[in-house]
């Protein structure tokens, strides 16, 4: 057992962080409030690999493995990088041009059985619509759909849609197809929730250290920084349970996938909420504007929080492991 | 990030297991916690045991009879004892996790050859002699005087929160040897018989009604000078050896059994009934116990990536405040979830209805200590936040 973040993985995670930090500054991200979606930038994801980064090198992908793609879907999340990321990477051999960036895949997980509204992300983005239900996977064009936009979504940076009625979509994956779908969704965008966690709690400490009053950091106040403390641990906390999900998928000996998934889902949607919500507190009536980006990360959480199963439907499914397992 | 035990640590689970199926059961039913010499001679039994089949000392080198495992065995080892219930540590606590360590690491080789064997194989029992009533977290403010006499120093305080006194042949005292010099500087580290004359041993009732804890007082105790461990006035570094040995994988086994309070918790909400509804059926409860899976396996996840970075560095990181600090937090948590379920039940100190309630009581109030003890939850969010997240200190 060696849990550490390996020479090549670090250098992936690496490779992907400084693109986005040259190419997704908050500014680029202003420039996108309302849009979400720059084809210029998707193409450029596809470049990098990150939606063939698991798809074998034989089929064009890059042959990598759950817990590197966890590695840089935590970029991702830290740079709020919008559109369908985890869908297109999960569609990758599975829907033509997913791993190239030609094609644009949305979705929208039914798998909770969950009822209208409908609302799909990106929708005018897409180039194929999938939905994920519990005993199948199936593919639907996005104009087979009657969708009409929603004005104002909460996620600026990521529009909305609401679609009355599903259609009927050609079956592209079975029962087993569909879970593995879903674990490795809830993998992904829980990675992109532990970016948010770390990038929250950053903003956090920049801000509290420079901002003075009473004549002295702000930073420095122990209710504060106690609040930054427990920050601190859930980043931690969260870090560890989600890249422990990323390698059991990776290997199933290692533990039990199910488990390993609803966890890291579960930690990482509160995490990213709690980090985010005391980023605001944190920042005071700053934290309140529009101007200071914390409000895109809170906003997102909601967003990542609502796929693939809330914190609270992993809570329940981890309750009822346990409640099985004692008689 | 490989998260799989290897075929050497999996050998070595099987083994361990398999000897403690036998052994536990064997050394039969824990003592009453007020029966002394019961407890004494129960937990260095055990000791003796752990020794006699290698397995005492994991963490222990080699030349010292240790068994100098790896940090993964150490894990696996740590989860083998909580899984078959074996003993506690009890009262080789500090002989075995703080004295031992330190004389390892800073005493000469007169002190480490009539010392370390015999704790190592149950025969000597220590106790810790730092907090003072006025030096609790701020431990360096401790005021004991030690004032040097010919061949022994001549120690005078107050010592408190002192587990196991009662039963200890030794004591690790940290005592002020310069009262001029700046509070850290100087301290001495000395390893007190207790059997000299000038000690005097008050139990120190605690909220759970047992004695483990005793003052200490000291009056003019005369103590070896060849018992001091390090330097003269060096004791604040020593202590510092000390308790960075607290803060590796010495948790695990309490992880472990904290995975299975939370499933005694299920256990119950499955026995007990409300509103003519078993409890289980509760929706919010289950939440709540999925929220806690969820957080005990995240820090199970922590620990992994803890020991792996330890297994590398070799030293534990600050990290481990990060741990000790939510791995508390979280057991008072289950602990409370399950009095919330046992209702009336939970007002018994003993079994009452067939339900596991002396158990989950004492747990409960025990769990009280934990975000006190070895550096509050305030302390730790306070070394957190100034040496990891690099904040403006506190004044001091």
């Known amino acids: 057992m060696d849990f550490r973040v390996n020479e090549d993985q670090a250098a992936l995670q690496e490779g992907i962080r400084s693109f986005c930090e040259g190419r997704v500054s908050i500014e680029q991200l202003r420039e996108l409030e309302g849009k979400g979606f720059e084809s210029e930038l998707w193409s450029e994801l596809a470049e990098m690999g990150v939606f063939g980064l698991r798809l074998p090198e034989a089929d064009g992908g890059v042959g990598l493995g759950t817990a590197d793609a966890v590695l840089v879907f935590e970029e991702l999340g830290k740079a709020l990088v919008p559109g369908p990321l985890a869908w297109t990477h999960l569609a990758a051999g599975l829907v033509d041009g997913a791993a190239d960036g030609t094609a644009v895949v949305g979705g929208l997980d039914l798998s909770d059985g969950h009822g209208a509204p409908y609302i799909i992300e990106h929708f005018e983005n897409l180039d194929v619509l999938l939905l994920l239900y519990a005993d199948r996977i199936e593919r639907v064009a996005p104009k087979a759909l009657d969708a009409k936009p929603v004005a104002t979504p909460l996620d600026p940076l990521t529009p909305i849609f609401e679609v009355s009625e599903i259609p009927e979509g050609e079956v592209i994956g079975g029962a087993e197809d569909a879970q593995r779908m879903r674990f490795e969704g809830a993998v992904l965008v829980s990675g992109q929730l532990l970016g948010i966690t770390e990038t929250t709690l950053a903003m956090s400490l920049e801000y509290t250290k420079g901002r003075e009053q009473f004549n002295r950091p702000i930073g420095g106040f122990q209710a504060l920084k106690h609040i930054m403390a427990d920050c601190f641990v859930r980043q931690e906390a969260t870090r560890a349970v989600v890249y422990a999900a990323g390698a059991t998928i990776d290997d199933p000996l290692a533990g039990d996938v199910s488990r390993a998934v609803s966890s890291a889902k579960a930690m990482a949607g509160e995490s990213a909420w709690k980090n985010s919500r005391a980023a605001v507190q944190l920042h005071g009536g700053m934290g309140f504007t529009w101007e200071v980006p914390v409000h895109y990360y809170l906003k997102r959480t909601r967003v990542l929080e609502n796929v693939f199963g809330t914190s609270e439907e992993h809570a329940d499914a981890l309750a009822e492991g346990l409640g099985q397992a004692v008689a | ?396």
């Open chain 2, 1 to 396: 990030m490989d998260l799989r035990y290897s075929e050497a640590d999996e050998k070595f689970r099987a083994e361990l297991g398999a000897w403690l199926k036998e052994a536990v059961p064997a050394h039969g039913k824990a003592p009453s916690i007020h029966d002394w010499p019961g407890r004494r001679a129960y937990d260095t039994g055990w000791q003796r045991k752990l020794f006699d089949a290698g397995y005492a000392g994991v963490n222990w080198p080699k030349e010292y009879g240790g068994r100098d495992a790896t940090l993964t065995e150490q894990l696996v080892y740590y989860e083998e004892i909580a899984r078959a219930h074996a003993p506690y540590v009890g009262v080789n606590f500090v002989g075995m996790l703080h004295g031992g360590p330190t004389v390892i690491t800073e005493g000469t080789e007169q002190q480490k050859a009539k010392h370390i064997p015999r704790i190592l194989r149950g025969e000597e029992v220590w106790c810790q002699g730092f907090s003072e009533p006025v030096a609790g977290s701020d431990l360096a403010a401790l005021q004991t005087r030690a004032v040097r006499d010919g061949d022994v120093y001549r120690v005078t305080g107050h010592k408190i929160w002192t587990s196991f006194a009662q039963v200890s042949d030794y004591c690790e005292l940290l005592v002020r040897t310069n009262p001029d010099a700046s509070k850290h500087k100087g301290i001495s580290w000395l390893i007190m018989p207790m059997d000299l004359p000038g000690i005097d041993i008050r139990p120190l009732p605690t909220i759970i009604g047992d004695s483990d804890f005793s003052e200490v007082f000291l009056e003019d105790v005369p103590v070896p000078v060849e018992n001091l461990v390090g330097e003269e006035n060096d004791g604040w570094r020593v202590t510092n050896v000390t308790l960075r040995f607290e803060r590796g994988t010495a948790f695990a086994s309490e992880m472990y059994q904290l995975q299975e309070s939370l499933r005694d918790v299920v256990e119950i909400a499955k026995r007990v009934t409300r509103h003519g509804v078993v409890v289980w059926e509760d929706r919010a409860l289950r939440r709540e116990v999925g929220h806690l899976q969820s957080e005990l396996d995240s820090l199970w996840a922590m620990m992994k990536l803890s020991v792996s970075e330890t297994a590398q560095t070799g030293m534990p990181g600050l990290g481990a405040s990060a741990i000790k600090l939510y791995y508390t937090e979280l057991y008072q948590r289950v602990c409370e979830l399950a009095l919330g379920v046992l209702g009336r039940a939970g007002l018994a100190r003993e079994d009452v209805g067939g339900l596991p309630t002396q158990d989950a009581l004492r747990r409960m109030l025990n769990s009280l200590s934990l975000t006190i003890a070895g550096g509050t939850s305030q302390v730790q969010r306070n070394i957190i936040s100034e040496r990891i997240l690099g904040l403006p200190r506190e004044p001091r």
